[in-house]
């Protein structure tokens, strides 16, 4: 079933072609996208399945036999990552036409919002299955232009702004990523991941080093590792809520993942272990003290998502089973849970009117379906048991217990303590805009729905007859269905376990991979 590994690049790209075609006919531009990403989703399981029984599934574009052509390779982990982003966009694309439908005028325009987001789709999942580094670099292209425009949409001052220093960081990135590529290529002769292999190895350790220390760079920009995280609180609230949500969810893990798949493939030993773990503790109590300074739920969540990559960094730098394995199961926890967050804020933001926690009170009683949609997925960031953020966290603890080393030990002391602080920002959220009640310069519930009325933001749920049920539903249903895959994350935990491990343990043996590009042997 090897004809099934370029579609998810493929389906996208040839969508947003045909969302072009259709401008100035809204209704089919958003059936063409669901239909997309449905096939996507599909199809990314339907590889998962297959990685698991056969190992990794191996394509070589335009029939141009590798290390001359470019190779598209899904292993376990890049299918885990394809399934769980292809669910992530298909949802938040619902979200997005359920705003679009109940404002009554797009804020964005729909002709442009379409194409763009199948385009940013098909980037992130050509940077999953890529199997050469210069491909890496153009899905991450593909991406981030995709991303430079839907974060300037409205062409508000603040969107403008944002963007600016948004293109800034993500080209100074994408040029030292660049270098690195010329270097290696120089170095080595290939670019091809699978030969790299055995060609990096005979290098001298400085220039190993060097390259290592280049691409972890670039990709530590990308992941918003501290501190080069700077630029990602300023950016991500000031976009619309999907597009916050889907930056939110995806982009960062994209550089966690071109993080894991070069430590693990390319440059195994540790060498920069200890420089992994230092970054993952800074990362993690630098990201949640941000956190809990904010008085802001978009702010203060970019915060936490800056924080959070501290734990995959914390997988990643303890270079064993449990840890790698750990950590992959994270990046799924994470992708769905920091995404359902950012979509649930923009629901606080359409029912109280903001997202500054002193404008906000009493969402408890105003719409008790939105506190449960907010209120899950917290505790599950927060990582309180059973949730699978707690089984996460437990089972990177575990793993740096295991490592015995002091500076496992401070990874997990500063785990603990970044999950308590998680729980603390994420108690305040809900004491402010949820349980207290609305003080005297805070609109009231109806006054609040008939200035969004009259304003065009705010769509009346007819059918629902519960207090604060004017929600579009096309917005509740893909939150709600986030939360329950949040949950169910929870309950298939152990086989996710299980299939993480033996995604890490394939990419420690590095054998796998290898042999599945090149079966007679790399040359």
């Known amino acids: 079933m090897t004809y099934l590994v370029p579609l998810p690049v493929v389906m996208p790209l040839l969508g947003a072609a045909l969302t072009l075609l259709l401008l100035g006919r809204p209704h089919a531009q958003r059936w063409v996208s669901l239909t997309v990403l449905v096939a996507t989703v599909a199809v990314?399981?339907?590889?998962?399945?297959?990685?698991?029984?056969?190992?990794p599934l191996v394509v070589e574009v335009g029939g141009w036999v590798a290390p001359l052509g470019i190779v598209l390779v899904a292993d376990q982990l890049a299918a885990l990552m394809l399934v769980v982003s292809a669910a992530v966009t298909l949802c938040v694309l619902v979200y997005s036409i359920g705003q679009g439908m109940a404002d009554g005028h797009e804020e964005t325009p729909l002709s442009v919002y379409h194409p763009t987001y199948?385009?940013?789709?098909?980037?992130?999942?050509?940077?999953?299955?890529?199997?050469?580094?210069?491909?890496?670099?153009?899905?991450?292209?593909?991406?981030?232009?995709?991303?430079y425009v839907l974060l300037t949409l409205g062409s508000t001052e603040n969107r403008i702004r944002a963007g600016t220093t948004y293109v800034v960081v993500s080209l100074l990135s994408s040029?030292?990523?660049?270098?690195?590529?010329?270097?290696?290529?120089?170095?080595?002769?290939?670019?091809?991941?699978?030969?790299?292999?055995?060609?990096?190895?005979?290098?001298?350790?400085?220039?190993?080093?060097?390259?290592?220390?280049?691409?972890?760079?670039?990709?530590?920009?990308?992941?918003?590792?501290?501190?080069?995280?700077a630029w990602l609180p300023d950016s991500y609230p000031t976009a619309p809520a999907p597009v916050t949500a889907v930056f939110a969810g995806l982009l960062t893990k994209v550089g966690v993942y071109a993080i894991i798949r070069?430590?693990?493939?390319?440059?195994?030993?540790?060498r920069t272990a200890t420089l992994l773990l230092v970054t993952a503790v800074l990362t993690m109590l630098v990201g949640i003290l941000g956190a809990v300074a904010q008085s802001d739920i978009k702010r203060l969540l970019s915060f936490t998502l800056i924080s959070h990559i501290g734990y995959m960094l914390f997988g990643v730098g303890l270079t064993s089973s449990l840890g790698l394995s750990a950590a992959i199961f994270y990046v799924v926890h994470h992708i769905t849970i920091q995404t359902t967050l950012f979509l649930a804020a923009g629901l606080v933001e359409r029912r109280g009117g903001s997202t500054a926690l002193d404008r906000l009170g009493g969402l408890a009683r105003l719409s008790p379906l939105l506190a449960v949609l907010?209120?899950?997925?917290?505790?599950?960031?927060?990582?309180?048991?059973?949730?699978?953020?707690?089984?996460?966290?437990?089972?990177?603890?575990?793993?740096?217990?295991?490592?015995?080393?002091?500076l496992a030990w401070v990874l997990v002391a500063g785990g603990l303590i970044t999950s308590l602080l998680t729980l603390y920002a994420i108690a305040r959220v809900w004491n402010l805009a949820f349980w207290?009640?609305?003080?005297?310069?805070?609109?009231?519930?109806?006054?609040?729905?008939?200035?969004?009325?009259?304003?065009?933001a705010v769509e009346p749920d007819r059918g629902g007859g519960q207090s604060g049920a004017v929600l579009p539903k096309l917005m509740i249903a893909p939150t709600l269905a986030l939360v329950v895959l949040g949950l169910a994350l929870t309950v298939?935990?152990?086989?996710?376990?299980?299939?993480?491990?033996?995604?890490?343990?394939?990419?420690?043996?590095?054998?796998?991979?290898?042999?599945?590009?090149?079966?007679g042997g790399a040359p």
């Open 118 to 147: 199948l385009v940013l789709t098909a980037g992130v999942c050509n940077a999953f299955l890529s199997g050469d580094l210069f491909n890496l670099y153009v899905g991450f292209e593909i991406l981030l232009v995709a991303s």
């Open 374 to 406: 907010f209120f899950v997925p917290a505790l599950n960031l927060a990582g309180i048991p059973p949730f699978s953020g707690f089984l996460g966290k437990l089972g990177l603890i575990q793993a740096g217990v295991d490592d015995g080393g002091v």
């Open 44 to 55: 990314s399981a339907a590889l998962l399945v297959q990685s698991s029984l056969h190992g």
């Open 262 to 270: 070069t430590e693990t493939l390319l440059f195994p030993g540790g």
């Open 492 to 519: 298939v935990a152990g086989p996710l376990f299980d299939l993480s491990t033996d995604a890490a343990d394939d990419l420690l043996r590095r054998t796998p991979y290898v042999d599945a590009v090149f079966p």
């Open 175 to 229: 040029v030292i990523f660049l270098i690195a590529i010329g270097l290696v290529y120089a170095s080595t002769g290939t670019l091809n991941l699978a030969q790299l292999v055995d060609r990096l190895d005979t290098l001298p350790d400085d220039l190993r080093l060097l390259l290592q220390g280049m691409l972890l760079l670039a990709f530590g920009i990308k992941a918003a590792v501290f501190p080069l995280s």
């Open 436 to 456: 207290r009640t609305p003080h005297a310069d805070m609109p009231a519930a109806d006054d609040a729905e008939q200035a969004a009325r009259t304003e065009g």
